[in-house]
């Protein structure tokens, strides 16, 4: 860590899975120092890193069950600063608790949280509860579980076992998750160099030229230079219908002649690329 960052910030409120890995980064990285703030939105911790250089980020970008979280996905994109990359992650297990402040979970009406929280626990909810219980989404489990302190008891939420035990609720069932391995992933944003270590990932977005074809040649690209893809994704472009960008994860590093020849190769058939970060390949616990 350079001694210009001041500041982290991650989703909250306290409790979330986003301070579990904020911590992981804490750790691996030596930042005890650091001023601590939670935001409430994945929009707002990723403007407020751009605007402020020394100040840096943790944001959830992944789930091994829903896959991409669309609001980072989406807001990374928006960066103007070339500067402001990935340049760490961590993964982690995601056990999901109903809680409340009621004990009887018959009297449950009302189950509030994340949007990929209440869709990785349909199977729960509905042998649970059926039809009779109505699902609002939250901007975040923690948060979820922050606002049942001020909502009646016919309320639960989805989140995990450690917001019960901040907010004073109680824990109506545990491992509610339809799939066991549940897992997040998380993102380090800053303006850190990284160095290549040998086991590193690039990440990219890019939308391809309007073409025949196109994608698959960007993609043989790789094939052809026996480049490992890890991951990849769309998200509309939000301009015209039927228009994506595509997210992808790449061994390599920025700085290796091999990743730097690859990006020149598949400008060829892209319109736009954006280099969202290299960094080590490396699950921070």
């Known amino acids: 860590m350079t001694e210009t960052l001041k500041k982290i910030i991650y989703l909250g409120p306290k409790g979330s899975y986003c301070e579990i ?3 992981n980064f804490l750790k691996h990285l030596n930042m005890y120092s650091l001023e601590q703030e939670y935001f409430p939105t994945v929009k707002n911790i990723i403007k407020y890193t751009e ?6 980020g943790v944001i959830p970008i992944e789930n ?3 896959g991409v979280v669309r ?5 990374l994109l928006t960066v103007d600063d070339e500067t402001l990359q990935i340049t760490a992650e961590t993964v982690i297990p995601v056990n999901h608790c109903l809680i409340s402040k009621n004990s009887d979970i018959n009297k449950i009406k009302k189950v509030i949280s994340h949007p990929q929280a209440l869709a990785q626990c349909q199977s729960y909810l509905q042998k649970t509860f059926g039809t009779n219980t109505e699902q609002i989404e939250k901007s975040s489990t923690s948060r979820a579980a922050q606002e049942l302190t001020d909502l009646s008891d016919e309320y639960a939420a989805i989140a995990n076992a450690a917001n019960a035990k901040i907010y004073g609720l109680n824990v109506l069932a545990e491992n509610i998750n339809d799939e066991p391995d549940n897992k997040t992933r998380f993102v380090f944003i800053s303006r850190e160099k990284t160095q290549p270590t040998g086991f590193d990932k690039t990440s990219i977005a890019f939308a391809t030229k309007n073409t025949a074809g196109a994608l698959v ?11 490992n893809l890890l991951y990849i994704d769309s998200r509309p ?10 997210f992808l994860d790449f061994e390599g590093h920025i700085e290796e002649e091999k990743t730097k020849r690859v990006l020149d190769l598949i400008k060829l058939n892209t319109n736009y690329i954006k280099i969202l970060g290299s960094y080590e390949r490396k699950v921070i616990s």
């Open 71 to 75: 609001e980072t996905m989406d807001n």
């Open 51 to 56: 605007k402020h250089p020394d100040t840096c």
């Open 64 to 66: 091994s069950i829903e």
């Open 217 to 227: 040649k960007v993609l043989n690209v790789f094939d052809s230079m026996s480049i």
């Open 237 to 246: 472009s939000k301009k015209n219908l039927g228009e994506y960008v595509f």
């Open 21 to 23: 890995a904020k911590n």
